[in-house]
């Protein structure tokens, strides 16, 4: 798909149900190939519940990367064009009669999620992530409104029903609060949900985004953090961020010797990788839990599992509730990412910086960038 079409399909996905839509800028890939580039996207006027954010600042997940690079096609075909951020922090500008949470001038976030089916018993018990419908994912997802896709956070605005809307201290660094959206709630809530806490021996797999968000909130709970990295040149870094200990993962002797002494392992690690060997460092009833997404289906080593009674587990993001717990653990702890910011002009060469590993510790766009140019 070249610009042109580009523009013809998104506004023929715009002839929508009757509601009126206003056009926002955003960054849009084509194709799996073609990077991104400007756009103008259709955006729904406030609804009753609905309020629409002005964005000011947008994290750029690895997440967008696969999906920008139809990377999942086997679980979620990436629909071009395709506008990703799920990162999102801004002002509110505009809200619908029936709002009741947030007034113009508010800080607000979007995360991962716009909607749900909010009556399954997932729903029902704050886990909107794992909703029996499936969630509306903030791009990529059908759009029950406008019809077409949901275009997420490398755009100027968006309007989203208050219930996934999410509160911001004002006092909070809102560049560095973005991340805390995707990243921030990915490693939170599995560290909550197998109650990582002091006394306890926890690895983290992967300095990235995703990593750097586990190490600072293990650290926090109070447990002792091994951080396993391929980078040895991110060892000082890891140790500044709320690190214990480092190992270079590359190296078999210093794995080693930390067989069989985990309670808990977090796997943040994007492309394919060994997770046996991971396995083996687990002690006896000890979890290793999965939130990276590489494309292909790693090979396993059953023994590993179950002469030790070992569990391999995944998790997916955090529901709404979480999500704002979340953030408010945050903003008491004055926990945030360690960005680095870039113009949304910049967005293909971080994708490819990201592909090296080469990210400290999460890109963050600043949206000022987008109106400008
Ligand atoms: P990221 O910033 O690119 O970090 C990934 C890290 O993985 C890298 O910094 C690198 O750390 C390590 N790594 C990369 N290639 C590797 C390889 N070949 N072997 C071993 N280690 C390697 O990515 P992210 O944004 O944190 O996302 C990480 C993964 O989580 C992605 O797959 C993303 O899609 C997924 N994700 C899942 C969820 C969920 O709900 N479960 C939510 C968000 C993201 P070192 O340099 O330290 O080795
Ligand atoms: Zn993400």
């Known amino acids: 798909m070249n610009e042109a079409s580009m523009q013809a399909a998104l506004l023929e996905e715009s002839v929508s149900k009757g509601i009126n839509k206003y056009s926002a800028r955003a960054y849009a890939a084509a194709s799996p190939s073609s990077g ?42 990436t629909v071009y064009p395709c506008v990703p951020g799920h990162e999102i922090v801004g002002r509110v500008v505009k809200i619908g009669s029936a709002v009741k949470k947030f007034k113009e ?25 794992y909703c029996e419908s499936v969630p509306t994912f903030t791009y990529n997802f059908p759009d029950k409104h406008l019809g077409g896709v949901t275009y997420g956070g490398y755009s100027e605005s968006i309007v989203v029903d208050e219930a996934f809307v999410l509160r911001v201290s004002d006092k909070s660094d809102l560049a560095g ?13 599995p560290l909550r949900h197998w109650n990582v806490r002091q006394g306890q021996k926890v690895g983290v797999v992967g300095l990235g985004g995703l990593g750097h968000m586990a190490v600072k909130f293990a650290d926090a709970f109070g447990a002792h953090v091994v951080l396993f990295t391929t980078s040895a040149s991110k060892t000082g870094d890891a140790l500044r961020l709320g690190a ?19 309670d ?8 394919d990788h060994n997770l046996n060997a991971y ?9 290793m839990t999965l939130v990276g997404a590489p494309d292909k289906p790693p090979p396993l080593n059953v023994f590993g599992l179950l002469f030790k009674r070992r569990r391999l ?9 979480e999500t704002q717990e979340m953030l408010d653990f945050c903003a008491e702890h004055g926990i945030t990412a360690d960005v680095e910011m870039i113009q949304i002009q910049q ?26 140019g």
């Open 36 to 77: 991104l580039s400007p756009a103008s996207i259709p955006r729904r006027e406030p609804q009753p519940k609905d309020v629409q954010i002005e964005i000011l600042y947008c994290g750029v997940c690895h997440s967008d990367l696969h999906q920008v690079r139809n990377e999942w096609q086997d679980a979620v075909p």
């Open 105 to 129: 001038g508010d800080l607000a976030a979007v995360g991962c999620m716009v909607d749900s089916d909010r009556t399954c018993p997932h729903c029902r018990e704050g886990l909107e992530q």
């Open 177 to 189: 609060t973005a991340p805390l959206l995707c990243a921030g709630i990915t490693t939170y809530s």
């Open 244 to 262: 214990d200990e480092v190992v270079v993962s590359r190296n078999e002797s210093e794995m080693k010797k930390h067989v069989r002494s985990f």
């Open 264 to 271: 808990f392992i977090l796997d943040t690690v994007s492309a």
């Open 279 to 287: 396995l083996e460092l687990l002690k006896r009833d000890g979890t």
């Open 313 to 321: 587990a995944g998790s997916a993001i955090g529901g709404i509730r």
């Open 347 to 372: 967005i293909n060469e971080a994708y490819q910086r990201l592909l090296k590993s080469d990210v400290k510790y999460r890109f963050v766009i600043d949206m000022a960038s987008l109106r400008q």
